[in-house]
């Protein structure tokens, strides 16, 4: 066979993404690999491939439990014989699994990194010709990542006690400098084949809100998505408790995960999740790693996260089969706080010395400042992460809400002045609120007895509203003319620029226009993006579909995406397949699958089609 039939034959898919054919032939010619591609990619193909082309077993180690069981599943449904070894096995099951791969049962062993060095795994590998070594989720092995696993380490101790060196490949989503040379050369990969695809995940639409009621806009988001499975992230277990408690009381199937939950119940809520049987998970930033449910059409983020690199992650959890999907972001100030509060009680990590904790709380105030900023520019979002991870293109992508946004610009030259002016009139250093306070007139107590109803421009701008100076002001720090420090409680200070303000150089600003309100309201009536990208298709016939899908998962136990994938739906709905070959052609629909599964959904798509 070639990689082409096995594409289709086991996997149902006619063509290879980009990327995924140079590491496949990479593999196959016996050289080191190294594959960096964003979540969603398909980096599983690349190894998988290869090790049903190779003549021995690849053997492919892998960080969590359940990764291990959802890759294995998908596998066993597509026709491969694959098993995994790791401490869900009880010790009978995992002698016998261990047989079985002696005896050749197996083209493909998921392995847990602790098992490679036990006397038992040791024996088991020198009775058996290993083709190729698979690390995923390669970063692990780095102390630079955020997933660090001391047990990756041993991976290249295993290697060196095989008799025969086998192909070595590695395939990871998060790569900064650090990580990547790390991997590089602790698995010590001779000349790999290298490819790094763009960070950017196209299906995605990036969306910041400011609500002044967060839970108002949810119930608003999840009223619109009323048939999509998406999660819902919260900074505390209490946000969790709160927003979950509210939807189930408001009719919406959800469930919810965060450390202080047990372990049995933690396990259960997950499952009722993966499996569709709640369409709605409300958790922490514990949930997430090792899902690989490719149905999460949003992820919404309740309050902001403390980074970057942590919200591209939970983010990018929507959309892994490529459909339309969105990730919106609720940001309040608070969230700053409360962020602000978690990096000053962060633990230092082992033997470190006060200094090098301190260290890291710097590096992370400056992450939450890359992080707020992200929520208030009025560029492209999606240029604004990319360029994060060190991606330069186009500042327009047109898919996401700065983008889609009408934006003008506004001369704010006057009331930068009087905020400038308000600073650098002060005795001493003053925080945001408090600038704004005096120039809006406020009589609190506590404007008064800093006696700032004496600053010559207090009362400066008593015409603006306060919302608007927030914006300005963001505006300022965001564009250097004013510092504002990391402390607990931040101050302003006064940038060379500002002096140029003072001076008379304009200030313009692009401000959100103003859409007239029944212009608003109609455009709010229309679906979010995910049901838009299904538009053209018959959605009575997909929900028809997705039922049968889940009898089926039911029945199997297994999750339904991995019967067949939604997207794997739509285009059944958008061909009409109405035999077996051109069920085959259906993207998704391999020859074993179609042999299980493909009757029963033609019956539904033909009796579908006579009404
Ligand atoms: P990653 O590990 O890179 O996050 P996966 O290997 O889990 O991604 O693949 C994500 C999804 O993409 C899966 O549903 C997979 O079946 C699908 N996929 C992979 N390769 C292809 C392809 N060539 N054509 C269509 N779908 C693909
Ligand atoms: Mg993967």
Avoid at 15 to 20: I, K, L, N, V
Avoid at 241 to 250: F, S, W
Wanted: aromatic share 10%; hydrophobic share 35%; charged share 25%.
């Amino acid at each position: 066979m070639t990689k082409q039939e096995v594409l289709k034959r086991y996997f149902g898919y006619d063509g290879f993404r980009p990327g995924q054919e140079l590491l496949v032939d990479g593999i196959l010619q016996g050289r080191d690999t190294f594959g960096i591609m964003p979540t969603g990619a398909g980096k599983s193909l690349c190894y998988q491939i290869p090790g049903l082309l190779l003549p021995g077993i690849t053997l492919v180690i892998s960080p969590l439990i359940s990764l291990m069981k959802d890759q294995v599943a998908a596998l066993n449904q597509a026709g491969v014989h694959a098993a995994y070894l790791n401490s869900s096995l009880s010790a009978g099951q995992f002698q016998t699994a261990l047989r079985n791969m002696v005896r050749g049962q197996y083209k493909i062993v998921y392995v847990a990194p602790e098992r490679l060095l036990t006397e038992q795994f040791l024996w088991a590998s020198h009775q058996i010709e290993i083709s190729q070594l698979c690390v995923d989720e390669a970063h692990c092995i780095s102390q630079w990542g955020q997933d660090f696993r001391p047990s990756y380490l041993k991976i290249p101790e295993f290697v060196g006690q095989l008799d025969v060196r086998p192909v070595i490949s590695a395939f990871t989503a998060t790569a900064t400098k650090e990580v990547r040379e790390d991997i590089l050369a602790l698995l010590d990969l001779q000349d790999p084949v290298t490819l790094t695809t763009g960070f950017d995940r196209k299906n995605l639409k990036f969306i910041v809100q400011r609500p002044a009621d967060k839970m108002k806009a949810l119930l608003a988001y999840v009223g619109e998505h009323r048939d999509e499975c998406g999660i819902v992230y919260c900074l505390t277990r209490k946000g969790v408790e709160e927003v979950c408690e509210r939807l189930v009381k408001e009719g919406y199937d959800a469930t919810r995960y965060h450390a202080g939950l047990g372990d049995a119940e933690r396990m259960q809520n997950q499952e009722a999740f993966i499996y569709d049987q709640k369409q709605i998970m409300v958790a922490t930033n514990a949930f997430g790693m090792g899902i690989d449910k490719s149905n999460v059409r949003y992820v919404c983020h309740y309050n902001m996260p403390k980074t970057m690199e942590n919200y591209y992650q939970e983010a990018g959890r929507a959309g892994r089969d490529g459909l339309p999907s969105e990730c919106i972001l609720f940001y309040g100030g608070q969230d700053v706080v409360t962020n602000q509060f978690l990096i000053d009680r962060m633990e230092p990590p082992e033997d470190a010395d006060e200094e090098t904790g301190e260290q890291i709380k710097e590096r992370e105030r400056e992450k939450l400042k890359r992080m707020t900023f992200y929520c208030m520019t009025n560029e492209c979002l999606r240029a604004y992460i990319l360029r994060y991870f060190g991606e330069y293109g186009d500042n327009f992508c047109g898919n996401c809400s700065n983008c889609l946004t009408q934006f003008e610009d506004r001369d704010v030259s006057e009331t930068a002045r009087n905020l400038i002016g308000c600073i650098a009139s002060g005795s001493r250093s003053y925080g945001m609120t408090t600038i704004i306070d005096t120039v809006h007139k406020s009589k609190s107590a506590k404007i008064l007895r800093m006696g700032m109803d004496r600053n010559p421009f207090y009362g400066s701008c008593e015409a603006v509203p306060v919302y608007q100076l927030r914006q300005i002001m963001n505006h300022l720090v965001l564009h250097g003319y004013l510092r504002l420090t990391d402390d607990e409680y931040p101050v302003l200070y006064l940038e060379e620029a500002a002096r140029r303000v003072a001076e008379g150089e304009p200030v313009v600003m692009k401000v959100a226009k103003e859409i007239p309100k029944e212009k608003k309201e109609k455009k709010d009536t229309k679906k979010g993006s995910a049901a838009a990208g299904m538009a053209d298709i018959d959605r009575g016939l997909f929900e028809k579909l997705r039922e049968l899908r889940l009898e089926i998962a039911r029945r199997e136990k297994v999750p339904p995406y991995l019967i067949f994938s939604d997207k794997t739906l739509v285009n059944m709905c958008v061909m009409m397949p109405k035999n077996k070959e051109e069920m085959l052609q259906v993207s998704g629909v391999g020859e074993v699958k179609y042999s299980k599964y493909g009757p029963q959904f033609l019956e539904v798509i033909g009796c579908d089609s006579y009404v």
